[in-house]
């Protein structure tokens, strides 16, 4: 049996409905999975349309596996007439928000096997009324899930954040010891229960630059992220570091381990979009469930122009769907 991946809309306002459809209708996908979308039937009928995708939809009923048609786990709010590409609309984010939760529930009661979210638009969420930072924290509490570590995968990178969208001047108050240990934990974890390396290996990167200079330029190194790599040894896992950022990956030293601890966003995703843009999977580590996301946002700027690239939603499919033979 194939799995079934629910792949949500996104915000309709971007090309969240663009690159799901056009890669639930793509025969890699389809031979590897069954893949079922969520959200609003009638936005993604409008959409589907608009693209001229030729197979049809239609309203699932569980268990979904008609090869003809694309199923839809209609979320039942929204309408084509409110889709206003490329702006940020309260309407988008409801239905945006109503999809995830719709998606976490069909993996709470294994009607999926793994869920895989469009991308959204964090201020059209809040405008509806979900006061998150984003979407994965959003997804950890309607999952029950205690712990998560953000991870990105693109082309043998595996990239871990200590902090996630933080503005970058509350970063260093937000990198403690206790945090740092949690996430190489998980991603340890990760990496042997979904990614099959038995013995996997973990580096941690510094957050000054130079790794501090021995506190020259910053403690946090001395104070905080050292302590943290020696408690999570004492635990069993093979970490190491704190590495300087630049160097490590201008050397190519990140070919040597299994995955990278970055302390805030654009220090793990600039090297990781640098080498694999477009290509690159965001990956929940630790949930309850089977989540991932391509690793691009809503791209407003081409909505509605049928020229988004679906390569990195086919991907986050592929890595749901290979998550998912191993449950």
């Known amino acids: 049996m194939k799995p079934t991946i629910a792949i949500t809309i996104g915000d309709f306002n971007g090309i969240g409905p663009e690159v799901a459809l056009k890669a639930a209708a793509h025969a890699a996908v389809r031979r590897i999975c069954t893949p079922v979308l969520v959200g609003p039937l009638n936005v993604w009928d409008h959409a589907r349309g608009t693209l001229k995708i030729k197979p049809k939809l239609q309203k699932v009923v569980f268990p979904w596996n008609i090869p003809s048609v694309i199923g839809v786990a209609d979320v039942g709010d929204g309408i084509w007439a409110d889709v206003e590409y490329g702006k940020t609309t309260k309407s988008s984010g409801k239905s945006a928000g109503a999809a995830i939760e719709m998606a976490v529930e069909l993996c709470k009661t294994n009607k999926a096997d793994a869920m895989v979210t469009g991308p959204v638009s964090k201020e059209a969420l809040n405008l509806a009324g979900y006061s998150f930072p984003g979407q994965t924290e ?28 933080s503005a970058l001047r509350n970063v260093a108050d937000q990198v403690t010891s206790e945090k740092i240990v949690e996430k190489v934990s998980i991603v340890n974890e990760a990496l042997k229960r979904n990614f099959g390396i038995q013995s996997p290996s973990v580096a941690v990167l510094a957050l000054n630059p130079h790794a501090g200079e021995h506190g020259l330029i910053g403690n946090e190194e001395e104070r905080t992220i050292i302590p943290a790599i020696r408690e999570a040894q004492s635990q069993g896992i093979n970490v190491q570091g704190p590495f300087s950022a630049d160097g490590f990956f201008g050397t190519g030293s990140y070919k040597s381990y299994d995955a990278i601890i970055a302390m805030y966003h654009d220090q793990g995703l600039i090297p990781l979009k640098l080498s694999s843009f477009g290509k690159a999977v965001n990956f929940s580590a630790g949930l309850n469930i089977i989540r991932t996301s391509p690793g691009h946002g809503t791209a407003y700027d081409i909505a509605g122009k049928g020229k988004a690239d679906i390569s990195s939603m086919i991907e986050a499919i592929k890595l749901a769907a290979r998550f998912s033979s191993k449950k």
């Not at 570590?149 to 990239?159: E, H, K, S, T």
């Open 138 to 165: 959003m997804i950890t509490l309607l999952s029950r899930s205690r712990k998560v570590a953000m991870m990105l995968v693109a082309d043998g990178l595996r990239i871990g954040l200590v902090t996630i969208h």
